[in-house]
């Protein structure tokens, strides 16, 4: 039996695979100059030669996982053709270790914490939204290890055309953040939708699908290739270590911003929820009365989103202007939330087979460009 992890978002580090019914591992910390260490929970890793085993996978270093409190109530995913994945019910978290017991029914099997999103997809998501009659993609610059930054442009610029932003994956390993934009990209593109021709007709939107494809291709949960957190990068970015964070400011600063969403995951919470702007210094009662009724209108859009549960004020503390959506929020005064979707399930319309996945990212990332529609023609010429 042989576990390997040299491809695309792979990371784990194997302790001993001497015996399948004790197969040791170890989550692997991000890459990266400074954040080594500082940030492990991602894993995505293919066992081979396990058909018909009853496998027990110990990782062994769980508890010290960037959020232990991710592993009550999660379930490993499983795939053999890396495109359906399932959870593994048989994953359970015990003194500090995680611990995912399956029999695959073939000989190559892949596990990962969350269903990824390729770097290829990435790239093909580009692809397919320049050949569309209603977008344009453009390059942005590089990131630290040579990738493109591209942001795709959706509607024409004209007078009074609300500059909508929306950014995902500026933590990679929220691999859902990129299948809810996929989702926003397709109903966005789609010459027979109303909502998305009016919100076309209202708006120009900027659409950055991933901001850290190098995090994203290297496994990384939190950072970039130099180790650092974009969403903690936004008050003063480097261009030589965060230039990801620094060339989306730059461009925002060129369009304007009316209404900002920023994409993640959450490990901890199972349900899909706002991060909203109401500390930031500033805060106006327009904004106010803006954000709820866009967050009204989400919530009459999609019941997988709910506003019950959610972090508590204060959690950001000194570091709030550093996050992308309050630094857009104070920047420019105008709607700006973060959007928090569950790596385990949304546990108001659970689904036992896949917990929360990339198709429902997708349906939720459709069901925004409402709340989206009316925003800009509310606010529109
Ligand atoms: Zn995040």
Redesign the pocket.
Known sequence: MRISSNFDSGAIEVVSVDRADDIRLRLRADQGIEGDGAFRQWFHFRVHGGAGAALRMVFENASEAAYPDGWPGYRCVASYDRRNWFRVSGTHYVDGQLVVEHTPERDSVYYAYFEPYSHERHLDLLGWAEMSPYASVSNLGATVDGRDLDVVTVGRPGPGKQPVWITAR??PG?SM?EWFVEGVLERLLDGADPVARKIREHAVLHIVPNMNPDGAFRGNL?TNAAGVNL?RAWREPDPLRSPEVHLVRQAMEASGVSLFLDI???EALPYVFFSTAEEVPGFSDAQRARQAEFVAAFEAASPDFQREHGYLPGRFAEELLTLASKWVAYRFGCVSL?L?MPFKDNALLPDGLTGWNGARSKRLGAAILGPILRHVSATGA
């Open positions: 500026q933590h929220e953040a939190r969403n993640h995951g959450d973060t928090e």
